[in-house]
């Protein structure tokens, strides 16, 4: 994997925009995009600095590492995002995804109650008339 498509999933991963890391970084959005389809090369104090910006380490990022596995797929039968990794920061990112599914089970389950309420309150409203 080109170490521009690592950046781009990373920050796709973490819910950023181009613009959002170019501010980060202190660079127009079009010299960050640019980095991202690898249309520019990276000195290695840039490639430091985006490794700073994305919260992993750098040898990491470059894939000097044998743990560094992006292994994101998602699972039609549980409608959840799955990261398969060993690497200490993909182990988190996996606690942090697996929390979010939760979260969402947990809003789901509240829309469903609500729309029972809603329907025994048309019900009722039904009755009266």
Do not use: C
């Amino acid at each position: 994997m080109e170490l521009s498509d690592k950046i781009k999933i990373i920050r796709s991963y973490k819910n950023w925009t181009q613009e959002d890391v170019a501010e980060k970084l202190g660079i127009s959005t079009n010299s960050y995009a640019k980095i991202e389809r690898g249309e520019t090369d990276v000195n290695f104090s840039r490639l430091q600095q985006i490794a700073n910006v994305m919260e992993i380490e750098l040898p990491h990022l470059l894939g000097l590492n044998e743990k560094n596995v992006f292994n994101i797929t998602y699972d039609n039968h549980n409608n959840s995002w799955q990261i398969n990794s060993s690497s200490t920061e993909q182990i988190e990112l996996k606690h942090e995804l697996e929390k979010a599914n939760l979260i969402i089970e947990q809003q789901k389950k509240e829309i469903d109650y609500l729309k029972q309420q809603l329907s025994d309150f048309r019900i009722l409203m039904n009755l009266q008339n």
